[in-house]
């Protein structure tokens, strides 16, 4: 019987081992469930943030796209305005161009009648300048 207590308190023992063993194993598999719960929570908010940062780029993208077609637009026209603006520039220098040799080929009209009003000063029609003369005929 001696035996058999000993072998009794000998399985009690083996038992009661395994139950902390037991215990220690749940403790452990609950640490580490834990710890995988703090990297789900983790993984989660890098996810969120890295959604946030992608939403943020691809908004940032389409500000960008839209501002270079807007530009591009104002570059258009610009560059048409700037085309208009150089036809002007040279219609106007052919303008000025043509109105010089006009006034280069009038000038000795103008000379002669600048002549004449400075001998005409001694009859009843005074004339001052070139001018008064034309201004008489044009009435």
Known sequence: MLNRRRQLYELKEIIFTLKEES???IRDYEQR???LRQK???FQESLKKFEFFSKENKSKQLRAA???LEERKLFDNLSASYDEKNLEL????S???RLAELL???KKYRDYLTNAAKHL???PNKFSSHEDILNRHKL
């Open 90 to 93: 040279e219609e106007k220098r």
């Open 23 to 25: 215990h220690a194993k």
């Open 33 to 35: 469930e834990e710890q």
């Open 104 to 106: 280069e080929v009038n």
């Open 121 to 123: 000063h001694l009859g």
């Open 66 to 68: 839209k501002r270079v």
């Open 40 to 42: 789900d929570l983790q």
């Open 95 to 97: 303008e000025n161009h």
